[in-house]
C-alpha cells in the first residue's frame, strides 16, 4: 500500500495507490466529513480484481485545505490531476454523495478518462440553498460536534446504529476530526452544484446507487438520475446515507457486477 501526498496545482493531496498488478484501478471518491477510511471494506472485496486508488477531497482528512471558495468543477479537475500524475489514462470511478457530484461533473466534462461511474447516494442537486446556508453558518459558531447527532442519524440506520457502535464511532471520528473550514467551504460545493440540466451530456456508463432509508438522497434522486443518464442502471440497498459502510458486502457486488 502506497500512501503519500503530493501538492496538485490547488491543494496537496492525501492519496493511497494500492496496485495489485492489475489491469484496471477504481478511483473512489469521499463524501462530505469523510475520508478514504469510508472505503475500507471495498477495498478488503475488490483488491482481488482491481488496484484501487482513494485520496481524500480538498479540507478533509489528510490532505490540506485551501482557505479560498471552490467549485464543484475544482473538485473534478483535482481528480484529473491526481489521474495524470500517476499516469492513469483510464479508471473507473465511484463516488458517494459530494463524491457523486464530482462524479457527474467528471463524466459530463472528462468522459474519455472514465470506462464506470458509480453515483451513490447523491443527486444531480442536493438538498437547498437555504438549508446549506444555515448548516455552514450554525457550524461556525458551533463546530462540527454540534451536529454530531444528526450526522449520525442521517448516515445510518437505527439498526445498524445500535448493532455496529464500534463502526459508527470510527466515522463519527473522522466527521468531527474534519477541517471545519473545509467542511464548510465543500458544504458551499454541494450548495452550489446543480446538474440537473446537463445528464444527458454524461456519456459514460452509469450505476446508480440509492439507499432505501436514505433522507438525504432518495431513492427517488435514484430514480431521476437513471432517467436522465442516457446509459444507467439503478440499484438499492437496505441502508442510509453511507451505504458503502453500513451494506458494504452488497456495495461491492454492486460495483463488481457492474464494472467486470
Not at 86 to 97: I, R
Amino acid at each position: 500500500m502506497k500512501a503519500t501526498k503530493i501538492q496538485l496545482k490547488k491543494y496537496d493531496c492525501h492519496y493511497i495507490f494500492e496496485d495489485f498488478g492489475k489491469a484496471q484501478t477504481i478511483i473512489f471518491s469521499n463524501s462530505l466529513g469523510a475520508d478514504t477510511s469510508m472505503w475500507s471494506e471495498q477495498v478488503e472485496r475488490l483488491k482481488h480484481q482491481y488496484n484501487i486508488l482513494r485520496y481524500d477531497t480538498r479540507g478533509h482528512g489528510a490532505s490540506s485545505s485551501p482557505q479560498d471558495a471552490y467549485t464543484v468543477a475544482d473538485l473534478g479537475e483535482d481528480i484529473i490531476d491526481l489521474l495524470d500524475h500517476l499516469k492513469l489514462e483510464k479508471v473507473a470511478f465511484c463516488g458517494l454523495s459530494m463524491g457523486g457530484l464530482i462524479g457527474q461533473w467528471l463524466g459530463i466534462y472528462h468522459p474519455e478518462r472514465f470506462s464506470h461511474i458509480v453515483l451513490a447516494n447523491t443527486a444531480a442537486k442536493i438538498g437547498n440553498e437555504q438549508g446549506w446556508n444555515d448548516r455552514i453558518s450554525y457550524v461556525k459558531t458551533n463546530g462540527l460536534e454540534s451536529i454530531l447527532g444528526g450526522t449520525a442519524e442521517r448516515w445510518f440506520t437505527p439498526a445498524f446504529r445500535q448493532n455496529q457502535p464500534q463502526k459508527v464511532q470510527e466515522v463519527l471520528q473522522v466527521f468531527v476530526g474534519t477541517d471545519l473550514q473545509g467542511y464548510m467551504n465543500c458544504c458551499a460545493v454541494v450548495r452550489d452544484a446543480d446538474f440537473r440540466g446537463q445528464l444527458l451530456g454524461l456519456n459514460v456508463p452509469v450505476l446508480v446507487i440509492s439507499g432505501q432509508q436514505d433522507a438525504v438522497t432518495t431513492p427517488t434522486d435514484g430514480d431521476y438520475l437513471q432517467q436522465h443518464i442516457p446509459v444507467a442502471q439503478h440499484r438499492t440497498t437496505d441502508a442510509a446515507h453511507l451505504s458503502s459502510v453500513e451494506q458494504g458486502a452488497e456495495f461491492s457486488a454492486f460495483l463488481l457486477s457492474f464494472i467486470q
